[in-house]
């Protein structure tokens, strides 16, 4: 039996139905049709769909018959409006003309009362300043579209929680990328993060606890695989030496050498293990500033790392 797709039926396609004089080619049954589909009532048969062609018009509204497009840009969580506001122009007409002074002083004084009059309360003024430093956190990491959408709508929820009352603004934001990062298992930091927020580690931190607690993220451990990348690209070492240190970081994922502790600081101790074996010249001190550790804890994730690496050759040669 065919199903409808739900995401396929806008605001107004489902509302009043019309019944057809035809009949239902399986049970006889009476058959209803809407704006999306022709259903019948008594089995559920889907007859007909798509009734309303969703594609593109193509069709010009402009002399030169060049631009097809009659729509604006598409709805977006990254603005308060969803991308619905309207922009005011300031030295040229429709048709490229320049304006004359008594114009761009109209202009100009329609543009302030338009900013005046954007928000309605003083709640979406927030929600503009914060989605605004969505917007600049993922652009300032290269994060992917899909990741700044996800986290303007973090922010909302945070936001119709009351999360914000008492809290920064900007630690909210960036708490918002850090668990958007975080639920896609994406490897970032936030020492990263904190480099580019207007916020320091503990304001991002507690506002991470706080989304965490309040919303239920579905957060996942950063697994320690997942920063040898990154981690071999700073200190430029070999090929070989990045698969070794994955492999390394894989294998203690497996076991329980890496519960409850650092990922950073297991990821830099295989990463120093790799590089001895292939005689790479890196420092510990190197290696921990990397990763953003310290020396004192490389050293002790290397400690068990060998310890486990002796015990997989000990049974082997067994």
């Known amino acids: 039996m065919a199903t409808r797709n739900i995401y396929e039926t806008a605001f107004d ?7 057809s004089s035809n009949t239902c080619p399986e049970c006889s049954g009476h058959v209803a049709t809407n704006a999306v589909e022709t259903v019948c009532e ?19 509204f402009e002399d030169d018959d060049g631009n097809c497009e009659r729509t604006g840009a598409p709805l977006t969580a990254a603005r ?27 202009l100009a004084r329609m543009r302030r009362e338009h900013s005046r009059g954007r928000f309605q309360s003083k709640a979406e003024r927030n929600l503009a300043h914060g989605l605004g430093e969505v917007r600049r956190i993922t652009s ?21 929680e009351n999360l914000l009352l008492g809290r920064s603004i900007e630690a909210i934001a960036a708490a918002s990328v850090y668990g ?40 996942q451990p950063v697994a320690p695989q997942s920063l040898i990348p990154k981690l071999a690209s700073e200190l430029d070492v070999e090929k070989r030496v990045r698969r070794r240190a994955r492999t390394l970081a894989e294998r203690a994922h497996e076991t329980s050498i890496t519960n409850g502790y650092q990922p950073s600081g297991v990821a830099a101790a295989c990463l120093y293990l790799a590089s001895r074996e292939h005689g790479e010249s890196l420092t510990q001190t190197q290696v921990a500033e990397a ?5 004192a804890t490389l050293r002790a994730r290397r400690a068990e790392l060998t310890e486990l690496i002796d015990g997989e050759v000990r049974v082997a040669s067994v």
Do not use: M
């Open 13 to 19: 396609e489902d509302v009043q139905c019309e019944s």
């Open 140 to 160: 300032a990491l290269g994060l992917a579209d899909s990741i700044r959408e996800q986290a303007c709508q973090l922010f909302r929820s945070a936001q119709r």
């Open 180 to 219: 958007v990062c975080r639920c896609h298992g994406r490897p970032i930091t936030r020492d990263d993060l904190v480099d580019v927020a207007r916020v320091d580690h503990s304001g991002v931190t507690n506002a991470y606890k706080t989304l965490n607690r309040e919303l239920g993220l579905p957060t």
């Open 80 to 106: 308060h409006d969803r991308g619905l506001s309207t922009e005011i122009g300031c030295r040229t007409d429709a048709r490229n003309n320049a304006l004359s002074s008594q114009k761009r002083r109209q």
């Open 291 to 295: 990763a953003g550790t310290t020396s």
């Open 42 to 60: 008594d089995c559920g048969l889907v007859i007909a769909d798509q009734q309303i062609d969703h594609g593109p018009e193509w069709r010009s």
